[in-house]
């Protein structure tokens, strides 16, 4: 494949490199102190003057997430607080990153007859299809936790276990007003959104 | 013999032949439940009816016998008809939890629904309650409400073990599969249950949601529990067995052949393949050092085995001790290679100490895949009688006739006179063992090597009937073992000794060059069937 290249040759100028460097922290910096005198005048109430860029304090601040948003999974519990899934493993079996593990086991119920003992999801092999969530027979694992920031120290840390997997409650349920959603509604207190602390 | 036109294709079939029967010659496949080859004929599922030119109303195909000149109809509108109608009523009841049934993936109901039914449920009714979970025994589970009454199982317990355990109560939609009162199944046949069941509805215990069924891989095998030699399919999961714990073979089940073990198999060779990935198996070779059992490199390990062996055959002093559990080809080999090198005496026989339990439809006494085999290949040269193997070897033992011995596989702790050949063998200064799991023998030894066992390699082994079976490698070997064939191709080459190939099919081909009973055979003939061995009949090997 040829890979496509500037035609143009680079000028003298632009050659020497310094001047440059320094036209380009100029922008940089133009657009830092246009933004800044802008959200200060707003702040001082002239409100004619034109909205500075938006940007979100994160994680303290955060977007708010479409409930569309494929986030990190859980599993769904009966009234009794056992987990619904019935490990029948479509979803280890759909998943194209083969980033779950499941261990079935037989249930004392016969109206239940086989459950997860075992349900790993490793998330550092996941890759967010939510293809499982689409197999899933008994709608028990979903994507919508509205968690999408996680990270561990270990690759064993990225492995979620059946208890954290049970332990998630869904995001709630957040209508965006139309009239809202071609203007930015601005940023939400996190803390406030998720109950995260931090 | 009568001519029969099935969619418009004619084939002659023996007379009395049925239209299944023959549409499956020419291979078309009839739809069917509760018609089983190896099984009378019940004719109660209604799911292989055809329509025949002439008659008015459709036959149903498997108990219907092909007269000459008949033409059928196996894809006409109104046999697709009738299918369809066969499949709903059979599903009005089915309570639909694929998702939890062992079955699903090899399930006849889910196999023909996508075939032939495909129709939304026009069923408004609530669904028949019945028995879930109903333990019938150790090995076999019964789930009634999944059952289509096609009655195998019963037909199953009546004719082929005739041990009559199962039956169908009650009537019209109350009829359910239930054990006669008061009893369990205690047949030596059971997991077959679960094979010839076309639903869900008996499942096997052992198998029971370890997996599912397409997460497996199949081999061809051949079982190595007794001199029956069934033919097997090995089921093993390699895509996720890594997270399983290391255990990689699910399941056995029966592979037909008409001349061994038609369509089914023993309890004991389906379940008895556990030691092959249980955790007493040899994973690497160790050398006796300061009282224990030390690990060592394959070419430390080879280097100190040829030493061993060259000195002790100098002098006469080498005794090896073969195996009915080896393979044609690793006899032969093993046998070329201590001959050779002027073994004292070479047996392969140890006596067990009871009887096995023995039959009328499978289930052999003799415990070893390949006695026959053995018998041909290195029994007949050697002149002992089989039963003396043993004691030849502890009596030259006692007499200090023999320093180094070679124990393949044998566990002879279980052997008559077992206790008097391990108190000799504790006498023997170098004694080397290649085998699959510790064991007495094993941990008496001062030299071990890890061998493969049968789903980890290729061979051939020679059941009582003289019948010579291939076997497919399943699976990689475990830990550092090495098949058979490749440790004594490297024995050979440090002993200084001409080696033998170390692929099976080229140490089969010199075999059948060399021992009559094996003349005119080789891997492409042996097939997936196997050949019966030439020369008269062989000795049947009994166990006294």
Known sequence: MRIPQSERELTFWERIYLPEVIRGLAITGRHFFVNMARHLAHLLGFRNVPKGAVTYQYPEERRPISPRLRTLHRLARRADGSPRCVACMMCETVCPANCIYIVAAEHPDPNIEKYPLRFDIDLGKCVFCGFCVEACPEDAIR?????????????????????????????PYVQVPPQDRAADPGPIDARQRFGVSG | M??????????????????????????????????????????????????????????????????????????????????????????????????????????????????????????????????????????????????????????????????????????????VVDLYPGIQLHNRYQGNLADICPVGALTDRQFRFRTRVWYL????????????????????????????????????????NPWVNKYWMCDDGRYGFTWIEALDRILAPRRAEGGQLREISWSEAIRHAAQWITEAAREKRLAVLLSPKMTNEELYTADRLFRSLGARMIGYWAEPSSPGYEDEILIRGDKNPNTAGAHWIVGRASGIPQED??????????????????????????????ERVLRALQRVERLIYLGTNWNRTATLSKLVFPATAFVEQDGTFTNFEGRVQRFWRAVEPLGQARPILSILRELAVACSVEPLPE?????????????????????????????RGQLEAPVEVRVK
């Open chain 1, 143 to 171: 994507m919508d936790t509205g968690i999408y920031d996680f990270a561990a120290y270990t690759r064993e840390g990225m492995i979620l276990t059946i208890e954290q997997l049970l332990s998630f409650e869904p995001a």
């Open chain 2, 217 to 256: 891989e199949h081999a061809k095998s051949v079982c190595p529990g007794c001199s029956r030699g069934c033919n097997v399919f090995v089921d093993y999961n390699v895509r996720r067995g890594y997270k399983a714990g290391g255990r990689r073979i699910v399941r056995l089940r029966p592979r037909p």
């Open chain 2, 503 to 531: 692929d099976p099919e080229e140490v089969f081909a010199l075999l059948a060059l060399e021992h009559p009973f094996f003349s005119g055979m080789d891997y492409d003939r042996l097939g997936e069937r196997g050949m």
């Open chain 2, 2 to 175: 009568p001519t029969v036109t099935i969619d418009g294709r004619s084939i002659e079939v023996e007379k009395g032949t049925t239209i299944l029967e023959a549409a499956k010659q020419i291979g078309i496949d009839i739809p069917h439940y509760c018609y089983h080859p190896g099984l009378r004929i019940a004719g109660s599922c209604r799911m292989c009816l055809v329509e025949i030119e002439g008659v008015p109303k459709l036959q149903i195909a498997c108990y219907t016998p092909v007269t000459d000149g008949m033409v059928v109809h196996t894809q006409s509108e109104k046999v697709k008809e009738a299918r369809r109608a066969v499949l709903e009523f059979l599903l009005v009841d089915h309570p639909l939890d694929c998702p939890v049934c062992d079955q699903a993936g090899e399930c006849y109901l889910q196999i023909y629904y996508m075939q032939h039914g495909l129709h939304p449920s026009r069923v408004r009714e609530d669904k028949l309650k019945r028995a879930k979970m109903k333990v019938l025994s150790e090995h076999i589970i019964l789930d009634q409400e999944r059952c289509i009454l096609c009655s195998r199982c019963v037909r199953f317990t009546e004719e082929v073990t005739k041990s009559y355990e199962l039956g169908i109560f009650h009537r019209g939609d109350r009829s």
């Open chain 2, 389 to 418: 193997h043993l004691a030849r070897l502890a009596e030259a033992m006692e007499a200090g006739q023999v320093d180094t011995a070679v124990i393949f596989l044998h566990d002879v702790e279980g052997a008559k006179a077992g």
